[in-house]
């Protein structure tokens, strides 16, 4: 069993910038793929980025340029770096991780941007 917690996130004013973190527990931890997803009211769960548990990290065209997923396999995390924020990416984050055909959610952070 993995467990994920969050931290990070709130309000910033638009162009700004936040940080996630998200911390994995369990014996398979340094195993998972491991990444974040987002879902805005009224709107699909999306995928922001994931990092393989080698380093190889995917963006969303959206966070492209923007956003910056990091991983430390020593302390099981994984962190989001999200710059110049725009509006359109307030919603509810979530951290996802992924090991064969188990996936795990974190409770999910929000994230507000003002315009």
């Known amino acids: 069993q993995v467990q994920l917690v969050e931290s990070g996130g709130g309000l910033v004013q638009a162009g700004g910038s936040l940080s996630l973190t998200c911390a994995a527990s369990?014996?398979?931890?340094?195993?998972?793929?491991m990444g974040w997803y987002r879902q805005a009211p009224g709107k699909q769960r999306e995928l922001v980025a994931v990092?393989?548990?080698?380093?190889?990290?995917a963006y969303a065209n959206s966070a492209k340029g923007r956003f910056t997923i990091s991983r430390d396999n020593a302390k099981n995390t994984v962190a989001l770096q999200m710059n110049s924020l725009l509006p359109e990416d307030t919603a509810v984050y979530y951290c996802h991780a992924q090991i064969g055909l188990n996936v795990y959610w974190g409770q999910g952070t929000q994230v507000t941007v003002s315009s």
């Open positions: 369990g014996s398979t931890a340094s195993s998972l793929a």
């Open positions: 990092v393989g548990s080698k380093g190889s990290p």
